[in-house]
């Protein structure tokens, strides 16, 4: 024991139990072994002496055990005391040996590791187990509370049993003593953000925590409210859990997420499950009715008799009554193999290669979505309308009125000089009633502001219009390197039949190139006699940067670099060569290829296969994602050229409401001033030509 | 480059592969390590043992060991994303040298470009993460442009996209590091880089049993006998 405090206890028959090494630590007590007691675990509290509730709690617990539950738990023996003090200090139990955590078993790589026997259909069973684990304590009416992938442990047969029992919630008498913990990401929403030590739990509430923990099991590590959330801003498990957010639910419509890439589907399971998931994690507010332990179990124990193992691959089990493996169907969409054999991928039917090898053949490049400069258009400034009627003139009508009568008597100067000056006279007054009058000006400024407003909104759509479009160009471009990738990548697939050593020959080159590229001479000055810095500054100003540039030295002749350090350099880079090891292509490498072996062939080109399917599919998000995207930033700007549409309308009902003369003449000062004096002038000039 | 199929951290084929294999919520962090001449000697050799240190606890915790994520930013001299985003299992610590000067506020940047991609990642892949953490360890003071980085690092807390720590070794510029970090920065006591990385594991394991979105208080690392730290 680690501590140095304690080390040996005596429960309450007087049995003294050794301590022996720390099992586990957490946030209330550290678990240890017992010394010559393999059966048994101490768990010592860290807070000491207990408070008088744990102290109650602990004894109902003893009191409660049955068969039944040590069946099920490594339910509390006794109460354990410090020989020391006389105090009570916690607590021994079974101690759960030759058993992993759930989630080692549900979890792919953990699994692969603890449990390799481990199909489908024995997740089924685990969770068939977790099932009956809490009908139990149900049955005997303790609640669980904190649920969680952390206290339930799992053994090769698939029997769980849980531990940390001392936090259950369990009554005694007229007396709950409630669990004060729970962990969020099997809390229900009538929970979440809640303070747990206020809440008597209820059996519903742990419905819904059996029911994550069925789903982790039955989607292989998955938790039903993780998936792509279509909606604004970033999604936690818990905002998922408290909005009704079941990432696999049918109602996308409502919970605006989809199940993420490569995983089961609710439809690969019995209507009746996807029913029970549907009523546990979609449960309305006031309801009570998440299936229970019981119902659980009834629909897991049918599905374990639907075993159905599958054509191409015998680590494949799957529900009999599904027309086709949905493990084919994820490993065909380039997902990862849950489930494989021992020594595995050797063991590949042919039926599954001619599988994949029409999936390929089939396989078709999205195409990326086009952004035509159409729908991109700024609004324009409207020609005004010509309107039957006028309103009664203004004061600005009547002197434009004037001012054209006045020019047009001008004109008559070589016939009558006096009309030259009454025009002339005319045109002044007319001119400087326009230019000054109130009504005349405020036309003038209306129109003015209403344009530039315009041209404003014109150009922050322009803008606008140019940030979209470099964008999506982005986009594309990424799309375009991307689609170029996966043809190279099918290229190397077909390639494999006959050239296999040639296909590993570029992957290994790739590798290598990347290897030295990382490998800067600057960060292994050191290694290379005869390097300083400044060295190594000029080498970089002439781009030589790592062992690959190296080479280009001689033809550059860099000055101050003497043929002594050009020979280090390459030895250098030798020396970094043969430091590269080449990490084998889907566990295919050379001496494989050599041996000529057809099944070295086949497990490249299987997994190649799934590498591409994957990308060809991540390619279509892509696409559809870009699509998305620019549909919605089409959408903003259509929202935002509206102000610019409202104002083109309002400068043209403006416009159209003043009579064509007065919005021609009255534009502006300028212009005002040089219709006054266009008729006088021209006038004027008539009458000296012909007057 | 091959966006695809090279064997990084991109967020395309291989990650939907990674993250079916292993959809447990994660906690990214990414270190961001001071790798200047400053730091030669026994100091880089014990960042190294550190490192060592640090993964070894991780892994000594199987639901850690799934859902910590560990990234590494170098600056001396320039800055390198010496480790891509692994989780825990497949984090292989490197062995630091040490080189050049200081380009702190470049090497943040990257660092907190680099938990943009993963959280973009961890979306597509429908994948629930904690807040990501920046973890800033350095003995000098930058010789780039640090101004604008600080205004990221602020506006980054703020809106809680990550935390960021700011750890001095002997000889930090701490002014700076004090305008850099929302948070205060913290003094390495001596050369205890193993208590250092110590702390940091249990802290993450501590979250990584949280849930994503809850404060998780850290253990004070000023105090007590596995403290390595001094205000």
Not at chain 1, 385 to 394: M, T, V
Not at chain 1, 529 to 558: A, C, H
Not at chain 2, 39 to 62: F, Q, T, W
Not at chain 2, 113 to 138: H, S, V
Request: hydrophobic letters at 40%; aromatic letters at 8%.
């Amino acid at each position: 024991m680690k501590s140095g405090m304690l080390h040996e206890v005596v429960d309450s028959d007087g049995e003294k139990h050794l301590l022996d090494e720390l099992i586990g630590k957490g946030g209330e007590g550290s678990v240890f072994a017992v010394d010559g007691k393999p059966a048994l675990a101490a768990k010592i509290f860290h807070q000491s002496p207990l408070t008088p509730e744990t102290m109650a709690k602990l004894q109902a617990m003893v009191a409660r055990r049955t068969p039944g539950l040590d069946g099920i738990a490594a339910w509390p023996r006794s109460i354990v005391y410090s020989p020391l003090t006389n105090e009570a200090c916690g607590i021994v139990a079974p101690r759960v040996r030759d058993a992993r955590h759930l989630h080692e078993l549900y979890g792919t790589s953990a699994r692969r590791r603890f449990f390799p026997q481990a199909r489908w259909f024995h997740l089924v069973l685990a969770a068939r187990n977790v099932a009956a684990a809490f009908d139990k304590l149900h049955e005997s009416n303790i609640v669980v509370g904190d649920v969680n992938q952390g206290n339930l442990l799992v053994d090769e047969t698939m029997r769980v049993r849980f531990i940390d029992c001392d936090s259950f919630q369990i009554s005694s008498g007229e007396r709950i003593f409630r669990c004060p913990v729970g962990t969020p990401h099997f809390t229900p929403p009538e929970l979440q953000g809640i303070k747990l030590r206020d809440v008597e739990r209820t059996v519903d509430h742990d419905r819904f925590g059996l029911a994550i923990l069925i789903f982790h099991l039955l989607f292989v590590g998955r938790h039903p409210f993780a998936g792509r959330f279509f909606g604004d801003g970033d999604q936690t498990i818990e905002r998922a859990i408290a909005e009704r957010r079941f990432a696999f639910s049918r109602d996308k419509a409502a919970t605006l997420m989809e199940p993420p890439p490569a995983s089961l589907r609710l439809d690969d399971l019995p209507a009746s499950i996807e029913q029970f998931f549907e009523r546990a994690f979609r449960q309305p507010d006031g309801v009570a009715n998440r299936p229970a332990a019981r119902e659980w179990i009834e629909q897991l124990d049918s599905l374990l008799t639907h075993r159905q193992g599958c054509s191409f691959d015998p680590a494949h089990l799957y529900d009999n009554r599904l027309a086709h493996c949905p493990w084919c169907r994820i490993e065909d969409e380039g997902g990862p193999a849950f489930f494989v054999l021992d020594g595995s991928a050797s063991i590949i039917s042919p039926q599954r290669v001619e599988h994949l090898e029409a999936q390929l053949r089939r396989l078709k490049y999205p195409v990326f979505p086009e952004l035509s400069a159409q729908k991109l258009k700024i609004p324009q400034p409207i020609a005004p309308k010509r309107l039957q009627s006028y309103p009664r003139p203004s004061v600005a009508d009547l002197a434009t009125a004037a001012l054209v009568g006045s020019g047009a008597i001008c004109l008559a100067a070589p016939v009558l000089p006096w009309a030259l000056v009454a025009g002339t006279l005319g045109s002044l007054a007319s001119g400087v009633v326009l230019l000054a009058s109130n009504v005349a000006m405020a036309n003038r400024r209306e129109r003015d502001q209403l344009a530039k407003e315009l041209a404003d909104e014109q150009n922050t759509l322009q803008r606008k219009g140019r940030a979209i479009t470099a964008a999506h160009a982005k986009r594309q471009a990424s799309f375009e390197e991307s689609t170029a990738e996966l043809k190279a990548e099918a290229a190397h697939y077909r390639a494999a039949d006959n050239q296999l050593k040639d296909v590993l020959a570029v992957f290994r080159m790739t590798q290598l190139n990347k290897f030295l590229t990382n490998h800067l001479i600057f960060d292994h000055a050191a290694e290379i006699p005869g390097m300083t810095p400044e060295l190594t500054s000029v080498l970089q100003s002439y781009g030589i940067e790592n062992p690959l540039d190296v080479e280009r030295i001689k033809l550059l002749g860099v000055p101050m670099v003497s043929d002594g350090l050009i020979l280090e350099l390459d030895a250098w880079r030798d020396r970094v060569a043969r430091q590269f090891v080449f990490r084998s292509e889907h566990g295919v490498n050379f001496s494989d290829a050599d041996g000529g072996g057809k099944a070295a062939v086949t497990r490249f080109k299987v997994a190649q296969a799934r590498r591409i399917l994957m990308a060809s599919h991540h390619l279509d998000t892509l696409a559809e994602g870009s699509r998305d995207r620019l549909d919605r930033e089409l959408n903003y700007f259509d929202r935002s050229a509206e102000p610019a549409r409202e104002l083109a309308k309002k400068l043209r009902n403006f416009q159209s409401a003043r009579r064509p003369w007065e919005r021609a003449i009255n534009q502006s000062p300028l212009i005002v001033a040089a219709a006054t004096l266009a008729g006088p002038a021209i006038g004027g000039v008539l009458y000296w030509l012909f007057g | 480059m091959n966006k695809f199929f090279a064997d990084s951290t991109f967020g395309g084929a291989f990650g939907a592969v990674e993250f079916a294999e292993n959809p447990e919520p994660r906690v990214p962090c990414v270190l961001i390590v001071d790798t200047s001449t400053s730091m030669h000697g026994p100091r880089i050799g014990e960042l190294n043992k550190g490192l060592k240190v640090y993964r070894d606890e991780l892994l000594s915790d199987a639901l850690a060991a799934k859902r910590v994520e560990v990234a590494m930013v170098t600056f001396g001299g320039r800055v390198t994303r010496k480790v891509d985003f692994v989780t825990a299992t497949n984090f292989q610590p490197p062995t630091l040298e040490v080189v050049g000067g200081t380009p702190m506020g470049a090497a943040i940047n990257t660092a907190l470009d680099m938990i943009e991609e993963r959280r973009k990642q961890y979306r597509e892949n429908g994948i629930a993460y904690y807040r990501p953490w920046a973890f800033l360890i350095t003995d000098g003071e930058p010789n780039d442009q640090w101004q604008p980085v600080a205004s990221r690092i602020h506006a980054g807390e703020r809106q809680k996209a990550f935390s960021f720590f700011a750890v001095g070794v002997k000889g930090a510029n701490m002014e700076v590091l004090e305008k850099l970090s929302a948070r205060k920065p913290l003094w390495l006591q001596g050369m205890k880089f193993a208590e250092l990385f110590r702390w940091l594991s249990s802290s993450q394991q501590a979250v990584s049993r949280s849930s994503p979105g809850d404060e998780v208080p850290l253990v004070d690392p000023t105090q007590g006998p596995h403290g390595w730290a001094f205000v």
